[in-house]
C-alpha cells in the first residue's frame, strides 16, 4: 500500500513538511510463512471461529453470532499484525514538476485574420493582462493565457505543481523567486527567433528533468517547425517517457493571406516593334474573388509599360497571367514584373520578379514565290518591301522577262545552289507551279528548311491549281502539317458567298505572331471583328505534332471538329507554317495595312528566331532563379538555336541532376506547346548544390550544363499558417490534449496530479507495538467477554 498521507496522520507522527512539500506512505512487514501457508491459516482460523459459533451460539440470533465472530475475528487479525511487525515508511515529497513553453518565434508576431467583433474582444483582454501594445499578435494571445486575471493560470501551476518556465528560443529557463517576477520575464520575452526547433525544446525540458518526469509540458505555439527535428518525433520520446504534451494552438491554420509571383517566362532575345510576353505565375491565398493589378516596368523608371488585373482563385490556386508589351528600342533591358501589395500582406518581397531582355533591331531575308500574281501575292510584296526591317527578294513565275529588270526586288529565275537558299530567313511558297523548279530545287528547298542548327522557314499559301496538291511525291511533302490525301480543293465553278471570320484558338492567341493588338483581350476583339475570308482549302487531317493556330468556326472536319486555317510545325530542325487560304489581304479592307501587315510581319519575325540565337550555341540550358528553398518546385527550361533541332518526343530530350555528393537523377523534359524550349520540373527536397546537364540529344561540343542551389526552408514566414493537425497528433501520441484558444480554459482542470518528487526519507513507524494497537486489541476481548456474559456463554 502507499499513497500521500494526510496532514492529521502527519502530525501524529510526527512528519515536518516545508510549504509546497507532502509526505508519501507505504506498509513493510515480516512474514516467515509463503502466501499459500498465509492463506490457508487465514482459512483455518476464520472455519474454526465459524464452528465455535456455530456450536456454542445455539441459543443467540444471528446477528449476536455475526458479531461476536467479527470482532473474534478482528482480534485474530490484530494478532497477526503484530507478528508479521508491520511498518509506516514515509518519506517527505515534493511537488511534481509543470514546464511551460512558450513560443518566441518570429511567426508569433503574426496576426491572423479575424472578425472584427471577436478582434476587439481580444484587444481588450490582452489590455487586462497588462501588455502593450495590445494587439492581437500570436504572442500577445500566448502571453494573454498566462497573465490574464492576474495571472490566475501561472498561480494555479504554481500551486499544484513545481513550475519550470521556459521560451522557445534556446530554448532559455526564465528563473524566478516570485509569480510577480516571472510575469515580469513574460511580458519582456519579444517574439525575434529565427527559427522554431519545436521538437529540440521539447528534448531539452525531458533532459532537464531526466530524474523525474514532469506531470507534463504546456506548450503555447503555432507549431511551425522550421529547424531540428519534429514535434511529431520529440512527442514518441514523451510519449515512452509518460509525459503528456498540452498543446495551446496559438494562430490560424487557414494558409495566411499573401500575393506571390513566380516563374516568371518571356524570350531572352527579341526583336523591336514585336509583341514580346512576360508570363508569370501569380497565387494569392487568402484573397479569393479580389482584384490584383499587375503592372510592367523597365527597372529603375516609373513608367508603366503594361498592366492587366487578375481575379484571385477562391482556393488560393495559382494561375498564369500575362503582360504583352512592343518594345520600340533596340538595347539590354531590365523588366520588372510586379503585383501590387494587398491590404495585409505580410511579406511583399514575393510581389516582384525582374528579367534581362535584349531587344533587336535585325534585317529578315524573305524570298516570296508565287506562280502569277493574285492579290495575296500583290499585296504581300507591297507591304513587305516597304518594311525596312526585311530584306525580300520575289519571283513571279509568270512573269515577263522585263519584270525582273522593272522591280529591284525581282528575281528572275528560282535559286538552285543550295548556299543561295539557306541565306533566306524565309521562303513564302504562294500558289507556285513547283513542276517548274525543278526536282532539285526542291530537295534544296527541304534540306535548307531541315538543315542542323536551324534551318529556314518555310511558309505554304495553298492557292486553287498547284499548292499543296501539286507537291505530293515531292522531297517538300514530308514538310507540310497536313496530309495530302485528305486535301479538298474548291471547284472554280463553286460560288463564294459564305464567308467565315478566322478564329484563332486557345494556342493561337498564346502566340506572339497572332497578337494583334496591344493586350490579349484587344487582340482577340480584333480577330472576332476583321473582314471574313471566302476560300479555302478543306485539309481535316493533320500530321502529328502540327499545331492549329486558328480554325474555320463555321466549317467542320469529320471528326466533328473546326476545320483548321491556320497550322504550324515543327520538321526536324526547320518550321513550317501553312495557310489554307490564299485571302488574308481582305484583312486590308476597311482597315488598310494595319493588321494584315502587323501579321504578317510579326509571323516572319517569329519564324526568323534562329536570327536572334548567334552566339548562344546549339542550345541553352536555364532556370527561372539561381536560388531556391528547400521544397521548392525548380523550373529548368532548354532552348535549342532553333527548336525544331530537337526531335518532338519528349522522351528524346534527357536532363541528368546530380546533387553535391548524392547520386544523379534523370528528367525527361516536354516540349513547351507555344515558346521554343523544352521544360522540367525538379522537386527539390534536399538542400545543396545542383548541377545539370543535357545528356541527350547530344550535339557537338560540350553540352548545355547550369548551376543553383537549393538553400535550406527561409524560416519564421515561410509558412505561417497554424499547423494544427501536427500539433493534435503530437497531443494525442502523448495522451495529452490538444486546445484552441477558445477552449484553453479547460487546461488547468485536465492537468494529470502527477507524481510526488521524493525528498527525504524519514525513520520507519512501527505499527504493531504502538499503543493504539494494543488498545483496540483489549478493548476487543472485553467487548466480546461482555457479550458473552450478557447471553449466558462466559
Not at 487465514?42 to 471461529?49: F, M, N, Q, W
Not at 487531317?541 to 486558328?550: F, M, R, T, Y
Not at 528524346?652 to 522540367?680: K, N, Q, W, Y
Request: aromatic fraction near 8%; charge should be neutral.
Amino acid at each position: 500500500m502507499n499513497g500521500t498521507l494526510p496532514t492529521w496522520i502527519q502530525r501524529m507522527f510526527g512528519v515536518e513538511a516545508g510549504p509546497g512539500e507532502g509526505a508519501a506512505w507505504h506498509l513493510e512487514y515480516t512474514w516467515p510463512l509463503a502466501p499459500w501457508a498465509t492463506l490457508l491459516i487465514v482459512v483455518l482460523l476464520a472455519a474454526l471461529v465459524a464452528v465455535v459459533y456455530s456450536r456454542d451460539g445455539r441459543r443467540l440470533g444471528r446477528r449476536w453470532k455475526i458479531a461476536l465472530a467479527s470482532i473474534r475475528a478482528a482480534a485474530i487479525g490484530i494478532v497477526l499484525l503484530m507478528i508479521s511487525q508491520i511498518v509506516l515508511c514515509v518519506e517527505r515529497t515534493g511537488l511534481p514538476y509543470l514546464a511551460v513553453v512558450l513560443d518566441d518565434s518570429a511567426s508569433m508576431t503574426i496576426v491572423d485574420r479575424r472578425d472584427d467583433r471577436v478582434a476587439k474582444r481580444l484587444d481588450r483582454r490582452i489590455a487586462s493582462a497588462g501588455l502593450r501594445p495590445t494587439e492581437p499578435t500570436r504572442e500577445n494571445l500566448a502571453k494573454m493565457l498566462l497573465l490574464e486575471d492576474h495571472a490566475r493560470w501561472l498561480g494555479k501551476f504554481s500551486q499544484d505543481y513545481k513550475l519550470r518556465f521556459y521560451s522557445l528560443t534556446g530554448p532559455r529557463e526564465l528563473r524566478f523567486e516570485s509569480l510577480d517576477q516571472l510575469a515580469e520575464q513574460i511580458r519582456a520575452v519579444r517574439a525575434e527567433g529565427e527559427t522554431t526547433r519545436l521538437g529540440a525544446a521539447v528534448e531539452t525540458v525531458l533532459g532537464d528533468l531526466r530524474g523525474t518526469a514532469p506531470a507534463g509540458i504546456v506548450l503555447l505555439t503555432d507549431g511551425i517547425n522550421t529547424e531540428g527535428p519534429g514535434l511529431e518525433q520529440a512527442a514518441a520520446e514523451a510519449r515512452r517517457r509518460g509525459v503528456p504534451l498540452f498543446i495551446v494552438g496559438i494562430g490560424d491554420q487557414r494558409p495566411v493571406a499573401d500575393v506571390r509571383l513566380t516563374d516568371l517566362l518571356v524570350d531572352d532575345v527579341v526583336f523591336a516593334d514585336d509583341v514580346v510576353f512576360f508570363e508569370a505565375t501569380l497565387a494569392a491565398p487568402g484573397y479569393g474573388g479580389r482584384r490584383l493589378r499587375l503592372t510592367l516596368r523597365e527597372e529603375g523608371r516609373p513608367d508603366v509599360l503594361a498592366a492587366t488585373e487578375a481575379t484571385a482563385e477562391p482556393d488560393g490556386r495559382a494561375q498564369t497571367v500575362r503582360l504583352a508589351y512592343r518594345p520600340s528600342k533596340a538595347g539590354h533591358f531590365r523588366y520588372v514584373v510586379e503585383v501590387e501589395p494587398a491590404a495585409g500582406e505580410l511579406q511583399a518581397d514575393n510581389n516582384r520578379l525582374t528579367r534581362n531582355v535584349e531587344v533587336r533591331k535585325e534585317q529578315i531575308r524573305v524570298l516570296l514565290v508565287q506562280a502569277y500574281p493574285n492579290y495575296e501575292y500583290r499585296y504581300l510584296r507591297k507591304m513587305l518591301g516597304r518594311d525596312e526591317t526585311i530584306r525580300l527578294d520575289t519571283l513571279l513565275q509568270e512573269a515577263d522577262l522585263e519584270h525582273a529588270q522593272q522591280d529591284a526586288a525581282a528575281m528572275a529565275v528560282f535559286p538552285v545552289r543550295r548556299e543561295e537558299l539557306a541565306q533566306y530567313d524565309v521562303v513564302i511558297l504562294g500558289d507556285v507551279d513547283f513542276a517548274r523548279l525543278g526536282p532539285g530545287s526542291l530537295e534544296n528547298l527541304a534540306a535548307v528548311a531541315d538543315r542542323p542548327g536551324g534551318g529556314t522557314a518555310l511558309v505554304f499559301l495553298a492557292g486553287p491549281r498547284f499548292n499543296p496538291v501539286a507537291l505530293g511525291g515531292t522531297p517538300l511533302e514530308r514538310l507540310l502539317p497536313i496530309a495530302l490525301g485528305s486535301v479538298r480543293v474548291p471547284s472554280s465553278d463553286e460560288p463564294l458567298v459564305d464567308g467565315f471570320t478566322v478564329e484563332p484558338t486557345e494556342l493561337g492567341l498564346e502566340s506572339p505572331a497572332m497578337q494583334l493588338g496591344d493586350a490579349p483581350e484587344r487582340t482577340k476583339t480584333i480577330w472576332e471583328n476583321l473582314p471574313p475570308l471566302y476560300w479555302m482549302i478543306d485539309a481535316p487531317e493533320l500530321k502529328p505534332g502540327a499545331q492549329v493556330l486558328a480554325v474555320n468556326p463555321r466549317r467542320s472536319g469529320p471528326a466533328g471538329r473546326p476545320l483548321p486555317v491556320i497550322v504550324a510545325q515543327y520538321v526536324g530542325a526547320g518550321k513550317v507554317l501553312m495557310h489554307m487560304t490564299d485571302e488574308t489581304w481582305r484583312w486590308r479592307l476597311g482597315h488598310g495595312d494595319r493588321y494584315f501587315a502587323r501579321y504578317w510581319i510579326q509571323m516572319i519575325r517569329y519564324l526568323a528566331r534562329s536570327k536572334l540565337a548567334d552566339g548562344e550555341g546549339p542550345a541553352v540550358l536555364t532556370t527561372d532563379r539561381r536560388e531556391y528553398r528547400q521544397g521548392e518546385p525548380v523550373r529548368l527550361r532548354l532552348r535549342f538555336a532553333e527548336p525544331g533541332a530537337a526531335a518532338a518526343g519528349a522522351e528524346d530530350v534527357v536532363l541528368v541532376v546530380e546533387r553535391e555528393g548524392d547520386r544523379t537523377r534523370r528528367l525527361s523534359m516536354i516540349r513547351h506547346p507555344v515558346r521554343e524550349m523544352f521544360e522540367a520540373t525538379l522537386d527539390a527536397s534536399a538542400s545543396g548544390r545542383y548541377h545539370a546537364w543535357v545528356a541527350s540529344p547530344l550535339a557537338g561540343g560540350a553540352p548545355p550544363t547550369v548551376d543553383f542551389t537549393v538553400a535550406r526552408p527561409a524560416g519564421e514566414f515561410e509558412r505561417v499558417q497554424m499547423e494544427e493537425a501536427s500539433l493534435r497528433r503530437a497531443a494525442d501520441q502523448t495522451r495529452g490534449r490538444f486546445y484552441t484558444i477558445a477552449k484553453a480554459d479547460r487546461l488547468a482542470r485536465d492537468l494529470p496530479a502527477g507524481r510526488q518528487v521524493p525528498i527525504e526519507n524519514l525513520p520507519p513507524v512501527p505499527l504493531w507495538n504502538r499503543w493504539p494497537v494494543l488498545a483496540v486489541f483489549v478493548g476487543l476481548l472485553i467487548t466480546e467477554w461482555v457479550m458473552r456474559k450478557r447471553k449466558g456463554m462466559a
